[in-house]
């Protein structure tokens, strides 16, 4: 598995704070994705959204976006383990 910071399918790849901004996106997020040989196309576990607020810049989006990587990918490891989701 791995964690993206953006709400895949939006925004595969590196810069996705940046993209978001200049996109004029209004939410950014995490995802958690299953890894396939394809960049960031795996099927998606879960997300979790978080607001682009009006001043936002690439910083301070990447670090609001981090800290909810920080929740939801520690809650997919477990409940990976837990079986509440199967591969």
Do not use: F, M
């Not at 709400?7 to 590196?14: A, R, V």
């Not at 994705?33 to 394809?38: A, L, N, Y």
């Not at 976006?65 to 509440?84: F, K, N």
């Amino acid at each position: 598995i791995n964690v993206h910071p953006s709400l895949l399918p939006k925004h595969k790849g590196l810069h996705t704070h940046r993209r978001a901004i200049e996109a004029g996106d209004t939410t950014s997020g995490a995802t958690v994705h299953w890894v396939t040989e394809e960049l960031d196309s795996g099927n998606i576990i879960r997300q979790v959204e978080v607001p682009i607020q009006t001043d936002d810049s690439e910083d301070s989006l990447q670090r609001r976006v981090l800290e909810a990587e920080h929740t939801l990918y520690p809650s997919v490891i477990r409940d990976l383990s837990l079986g509440l989701i199967s591969c």
